[in-house]
Nanobody
């Protein structure tokens, strides 16, 4: 059974930090880019960041560059998203996903092969 188990969301004040985790199972970890989309109320789902499990290539949306860092522990089949200097506009439900690396550049969330349940991130001002 394919699973993407997301955790680490919560409530934090602006300027604070959170770390999201996504534990993958049921598929070959190295065959996919794994990362995060987010969706705020009334807004389109947005590709935030991903990492290629095979070669470590990364993607960041312009809105999070310099503040978020994605990493993977291939031994644990887990991807982490360290979010620093959080802003109220980062408030959203964050979804872990697995798919082709280029889909994040195109914000092609329909192109994802697997999705985890969302985790809420709320940043208060």
């Amino acid at each position: 059974e394919v699973q993407l188990q997301a955790s680490g969301g919560g409530l934090v004040q602006a300027g604070g930090s959170l770390r999201l985790s996504c534990a993958a199972s049921g598929f070959t970890f190295d065959d996919y880019a794994i990362g995060w989309f987010r969706q705020a109320p009334g807004k389109e789902r947005e590709g935030v960041s991903c990492i290629s499990s095979s070669d470590g290539s990364t993607y960041y949306a312009d809105s999070v560059k310099g503040r978020f860092t994605i990493s993977s522990d291939n031994a644990k089949n887990t991807v982490y998203l360290q979010m620093n200097s959080l802003k109220p506009e980062d408030t959203a439900v964050y979804y872990c996903a697995a798919g082709g690396f280029g889909s994040w550049y195109d914000n092609d969330y329909y192109g994802m092969d697997y999705w985890g349940k969302g985790t809420q991130v709320t940043v208060s001002s």
